[in-house]
């Protein structure tokens, strides 16, 4: 399916484009933001317009894809079987106008370009069990997240539907942010409990070999490392040129980031451990 990229876009027109965007999704929200599962919860189908259930009623699901994605196979010619109504065919164009390319228009990132399954600029402990696009995007969404705290002086982030958390930790143990993490998959929470181990021993083991990465938290900045909050997590941002993971202070009890049972967060991080940005 072609579509717009924004990188050719001018200043105003990424701002009109957004003004289309959010229209097109205030006026089709009850579709758009609606989930699969409540297709069937919920009886979506009767709140479509009777004109659109006409249309759409007996098609299989490559008919759809076809008929609603613009998409047909290979010598293929999409046939209505009937007149479809002009809002639907209005939602169908507008889509497809609004759409954003799938064809990627940069080269390989330069954080894969040694090897493309893990980012350079992601220390070994959090590329761990987290595949390269997540690792991207973990990196490229941390870094935003920490550039905005630091900004509007935010002193918590909420992380909700965190997953394993791979987002949380490096919030949490990388960036230096206070992080409470909510998941409401149980199955998830424990895994993200697991990894939330992995990663403590690992800081562990890595306090034991460069110790001074300890020290660098405690100097770097010219003063003593910040005091840790009730919970033993970091109160507020590194110093200049402090290691992110300078923060990191024990607590007198573990620091869950997370208050109830489908939260989940690291414990209490050993003293001075973490690694640099």
Known sequence: MPGISARGLSHEGRRQLAVNLTRVLALYRSILDAY???FFTDNLWDTLPCSWQEALDGLNPPQLATMLLGM????????????????LLALKSTACALAF??????QTASEFLENPSQSSRLTAP?????????????RRLGELVKKLSDFTGCTQVVDVGSGQGHLSRFMALGLGLMVKSIEGDQRLVERAQRLDQEL???????????????????????AGPPAATESGC???????GEPCGGLLQPGST??????????????AVPSGAGFPC
């Open 36 to 38: 699969i599962i409540e």
């Open 72 to 87: 047909p196979g290979e010598g293929e010619v999409v046939r209505y079987r009937s007149v479809w109504p002009l809002t």
């Open 101 to 106: 390319t799938r064809t990627p228009g940069f």
């Open 126 to 138: 959090f590329r761990k069990h987290v595949r390269p696009k997540k690792q991207h995007e973990i």
């Open 200 to 222: 403590l021993q690992a800081l562990e083991k890595e306090e034991k070999r460069n110790p001074q990465i300890c020290a660098a938290g405690t100097t770097a900045s010219g």
């Open 234 to 240: 970091p109160s507020g941002p590194p110093g200049p």
């Open 254 to 267: 573990a620091c869950p980031t997370g208050g109830d049972a489908y939260s989940t967060g690291p414990a």
